[in-house]
């Protein structure tokens, strides 16, 4: 099974908020017998902030999962209706809500600490 997580990024955080994003994050997971056997991460840079291109990568990459910090309801609604799951309004670091969401525990509104174990 392959997994595809979307993350807008500013340095290694999650962006504060998705439309302003110029760097997004796109990890993708394959899984076997409930470990994960392959795991592959691209940085897609885009020229300037625009949630259509996000959205567009989120359908182009067949993206499973959207972890970002504030999104308007009308990307918010289109990402949902594509078939994705949005977690929205996550504040910390990338690593911390990749190890969060593999520990099947991240949900929307989570403010991740580092060093917090999981």
Known sequence: MQQRILIPILDNEIAPRFDLATDV???SLVWVDGKIVDREDKVVV???PSPEAVCRLVIVHTVNTVICGGIEGEYYDFLVW???EVIDDVVGSTADAMSVLLAGELESGMILQRGDSW
């Open 25 to 27: 994050l796109i990890i």
């Open 46 to 48: 885009l020229d300037h």
């Open 82 to 84: 594509k078939g994705a």
